[in-house]
C-alpha cells in the first residue's frame, strides 16, 4: 500500500546549497533519513544502499549520540564499502546535529566526497529520536521521515514536523500490523490528511516489494537534482 500523490515525481527541492563543489563538479544529492528509535531507519539505509549501490555511487553518514551503533551495522552488512561510510557522534540531542549545529554532518559529508568522489546519492541517517526531528535545509536536499506500524496507528493523527512536513513519509513494518493491531487504512487517511499532497509510502522491508517504492522515490529525487540549475 502506498499514497503516491504522484510519486515518484512529486518533487520539492529547496536545493540546501550549491550544487557545485569548489573543483567544479557537481555534489551528491543529499538525502536525510529520521524518525523515532526503532521505526526501521538503519534497515531502509541498508535496503536502500543494496539496491541502488551498483547504479549509482553513494555513502552514508549516520548520527548517534555516544556510539557508532547505526554505522557498526551497515558495515557488518556490507552494504558498501567501509570507506563510503562514516559516523558522526553527537554528544547531545540529534536534532542538534542535523538540524542546529550541522558542521559535524557537513563535514563527514565533504570529507566522502572528497575521499571516495564523485557520488551520486549520501544518505544521512539521523540518530534515533521524537516525532519533532527534522533536517536543515543547509544540511539534506530531502528528507524522509520513518515510523512503524508498531508505535501506534495514532502517529499519523498526531502529526509534528517530521510527519507534516517531510518531503516522504513511510509506515514501516506493515507486515506487524496484524499482531499489534494497527490499522493500516486509519493510518493512510490519518497521515493523507496530515500531509496534503506530500507522498506517503507503507512499507514492509519483508515484502516482496521490499525498499522498492522508497528507492524509486530517491531516484526521481537524483533526476530533478541532476536536471536542476546548480546554483542555489
Known amino acids: 500500500m502506498h499514497l503516491d500523490h504522484d510519486l515518484p515525481g512529486s518533487h520539492r527541492h529547496a536545493h540546501s546549497a550549491e550544487a557545485v563543489r569548489p573543483d567544479g563538479t557537481r555534489r551528491a544529492l543529499r538525502i536525510g533519513l529520521g524518525g523515532p528509535v526503532g521505526t526501521g531507519k538503519t534497515a531502509t539505509v541498508a535496503a536502500l544502499c543494496r539496491a541502488l549501490r551498483d547504479r549509482y555511487s553513494m555513502a552514508v553518514v549516520t548520527n548517534d549520540i555516544y556510539t557508532r551503533e547505526d554505522a557498526a551495522y551497515l558495515l557488518s552488512e556490507g ?14 540531542c540529534p536534532h542538534t546535529a542535523i538540524r542546529d549545529d550541522i558542521s559535524a554532518n557537513l563535514e563527514a559529508v565533504e570529507d566522502l ?3 571516495v568522489g564523485p ?38 493523527r498526531k502529526g509534528g514536523p517530521g510527519v507534516t512536513t517531510a ?66
Open 167 to 232: 518531503d516522504l513519509l513511510v509506515v514501516n513494518k506493515t507486515d506487524l500490523a496484524p499482531y499489534v493491531g494497527s490499522d493500516l487504512d486509519a493510518m493512510a487517511r490519518d497521515a493523507a490528511g496530515q500531509r496534503g499532497e506530500l507522498p506517503v509510502v507503507f512499507q514492509s522491508l519483508r515484502g516482496e516489494k521490499g525498499v522498492s517504492d522508497v528507492a524509486d522515490w530517491v531516484l526521481a529525487q537524483l533526476t530533478a537534482w541532476n536536471e536542476a540549475p546548480a546554483a542555489a
Open 79 to 92: 552494504v558498501l564499502p567501509p570507506e563510503r561510510i562514516a559516523a558522526v557522534e553527537t554528544g547531545a
Open 119 to 156: 557520488l551520486d546519492i549520501v544518505l544521512v541517517e539521523s540518530g534515533g529520536d521524537n516525532l519533532t526531528a527534522t533536517f536543515s535545509k543547509g544540511l539534506v536536499d530531502g528528507q524522509i521521515f520513518v515510523i512503524d506500524v508498531a508505535g501506534g496507528d495514532d502517529i499519523p
Open 113 to 115: 566526497e572528497d575521499a
